[in-house]
């Protein structure tokens, strides 16, 4: 069964970095699609970034040059350099990794597999 473990997420000040971690087991991903969503309070989960297996990116407009994707084949891991951050970055953030035969994506529906979420806060 596939787990996915985030971990990184805590409290900053506005203007302050944060590095995201991601964590995959109990499956292989060799052509699969890794990606990070948020969550805001009442709000949906919108996609932040993704990450191809051959390390293709995608950014959401709001975080484009301030959030960075990465991953680790040989890990099964993904990362999100966070800097610059701003109040209105404050969510839980999930990782994760699409289905069979998506390499990258966008779009909720397109991954299979969910982290639990990690919160990040940012203060004014």
């Known amino acids: 069964q596939v787990q996915l473990l985030e971990s990184g997420g805590g409290l900053v000040q506005a203007g302050g970095s944060l590095r995201l971690s991601c964590a995959a087991s109990g499956g292989t991903f060799t052509s699969g699609g890794m990606g990070w969503f948020r969550q805001a309070p009442g709000k949906e989960r919108d996609f932040v970034a993704a990450i191809s297996w051959r390390q293709r990116t995608y950014y959401a407009d709001s975080v484009k040059g301030r959030f960075t994707i990465s991953r680790d084949n040989a890990k099964n891991a993904v990362y999100l350099q966070m800097n610059s951050l701003k109040s209105e970055d404050t969510a839980v953030y999930y990782c994760?990794?699409?289905?069979?035969?998506?390499?990258?994506?966008?779009?909720?529906?397109?991954?299979?597999?969910w982290g639990q979420g990690t919160q990040v806060t940012v203060s004014s």
């Open positions: 994760a990794v699409t289905s069979t035969g998506v390499i990258i994506s966008k779009h909720l529906f397109d991954y299979a597999y």
